[in-house]
């Protein structure tokens, strides 16, 4: 799918102006843009050995804790042994609030030097924070000699911080929507745990069966009620699309929209998709009450915490609508770095070299549940080939040849927008609302916030 990169939008224009001119406020700095890139100089400075150098790490998995928190410390910890004369001061920021974050602090001219940017707004984050772009950033050979190394970047991952030839960042914790189920609740329900579902129509008949036939638990619930990102996954696989490719039209009320969302609504009203909340989805797997869940693959390791010593947990790819091929769309972050000072924009690459390289990727799927984008790894003894979950993860890594990334909607109103297209989601599966009527609805609506 073709992407086309669209300049500030007039609010992000005045307010940079207005930062620029206020008393004792510096101008935001640039990034990759084309400003940024001009400038970018075509081979980083050595890191120096007679000074430490301290750099900013703003990160949304420190915010959590847990899994994803540790893990991060540990990559953290192991890449300064390895540097002793580079500090990486963390700041720990929520991944609903990193974009306002780092805007903020960019319009206040000091952004962190390295970000942790959530891929579902990639566009977001090129229109309004603009990266540097690293191939004008790093020498050729040397970034080549990291995307490839022995076990290469996967080329779709690559392609998802990739705006019109800049790559504005590198894929890091990352994943894509995935059916768990439970081989238990199979079993009572006469399924055959060793056939998951592996169309829309297969996983509805199961879900009604589990529904019908297993004391009480419930059939299938689908974690994109309250995110797009993996909606767009499920629109995708029926040749549907919140967007164009240029992401100037609305089009998550057509036909093919339609037809997921009325196939959708008609698993809850027979019974085969669960009426619950997201937190409640997870909790009713964890507990056994619950037969499938779609989700994203970052969250298997607390899935599987919940089922230890209770029932056996599955995974399998995205379902297909018919003959269709599944159409996986990302979740995740990627790695950016914002700096304009050389010797700091330096330390940082080292430092997104180390969290993106085999080692890295190993911790980061076996400890946090993300897939690991130098895929060649599941089949190397050093790394994750001998890990005891690696068969839940094999379904996942096959669907990423089919990966495409995840739309952000442009300009100022992208929250008004995204709110829309959720609320008519939510209307149509829970409250059974007209599927047409209301995604039309929110599409009109949606088209007259979209820049002009």
Not at 9 to 24: F, I, Q
Not at 252 to 281: P, Y
Not at 326 to 336: D, F, K, M
Not at 390 to 405: G, H
Request: proline content about 6%.
């Amino acid at each position: 799918m073709p992407f086309t990169h669209r300049s500030f939008s007039m609010l992000g224009v005045l307010v940079l102006l207005l930062a620029a001119c206020s008393p004792g406020t510096s101008p935001a700095p640039q990034g990759g843009g084309s400003q940024g890139a001009a400038k970018a100089s075509a081979a980083l400075p050595p890191l120096p050995t007679d000074r430490q150098v301290t750099i900013k790490f703003e990160n949304y998995n420190l915010a959590s804790a847990g899994l994803g928190r540790d893990a991060t410390l540990k990559m953290i910890a192991d890449f300064e042994a390895k540097n002793p004369n580079v500090k990486v001061e963390t700041k720990a920021t929520g991944a609903q609030e990193i974009f306002p974050s780092v805007q903020a602090q960019m319009v206040a001219g000091d952004p962190p030097d390295l970000a942790q940017l959530l891929l579902r707004e990639w566009d977001l984050n090129v229109e309004f924070l603009q990266p540097q772009d690293l191939r004008q950033l790093v020498a050729a050979d040397e970034l080549a000699g990291h995307l490839q190394g022995q076990y290469p970047l996967h080329p779709r991952g690559l392609k998802l911080t990739e705006r019109e030839g800049r790559l504005q960042g590198l894929a890091y914790v990352f994943s894509t929507p995935t059916l768990f189920y439970n081989a238990e609740l199979f079993k009572q329900a006469g399924l055959d745990p060793e056939k998951p579902p592996r169309t829309w129509d297969e996983v509805k008949q199961a879900g009604d069966a589990i529904k019908q036939k297993s004391g009480g638990a419930e059939g299938l619930y689908i974690q994109c009620i309250e995110q797009d990102w993996c909606t767009q996954g499920i629109m995708r696989s029926n040749d549907a699309r919140i967007m164009n490719d240029e992401r100037t039209a609305i089009m998550f009320g057509e036909s093919a929209s339609v037809e997921v969302f009325s196939f959708w609504q008609g698993m809850v009203q027979s019974g085969a998709h669960a009426k619950m909340t997201e937190k409640d989805s997870t909790e009713a797997f964890q507990a056994g009450r619950l037969g499938m869940l779609l989700t994203t693959s970052a969250n298997q390791s607390n899935l599987l915490k919940g089922a230890e010593g209770k029932f056996e947990v599955r995974a399998t790819g995205m379902p297909s609508f018919g003959e269709k091929p599944a159409v996986p769309v990302n979740s995740g972050s990627s790695l950016a770095i914002l700096s304009t000072d050389p010797v700091k924009q330096r330390a940082a690459w080292e430092l997104m070299k180390h969290l993106t390289s085999e080692q890295a990727f190993t911790i980061i799927t076996a400890e946090i549940g993300y897939l690991p984008l130098r895929t060649g790894i599941i089949e190397d003894e050093r790394y994750l080939k001998t890990w005891k979950n690696l068969p839940l993860i094999r379904s996942n890594v096959e669907q990423m040849d089919r990966l495409e990334p995840s739309y952000s909607y442009p300009g100022q109103n992208h929250l008004q927008i995204r709110k829309l297209f959720l609320s008519a989601v939510e209307e149509i599966l829970l409250n059974g609302k007209d599927p047409r009527a209301t995604l039309q609805e929110a599409q009109t609506r949606s088209q007259d916030l979209m820049p002009r």
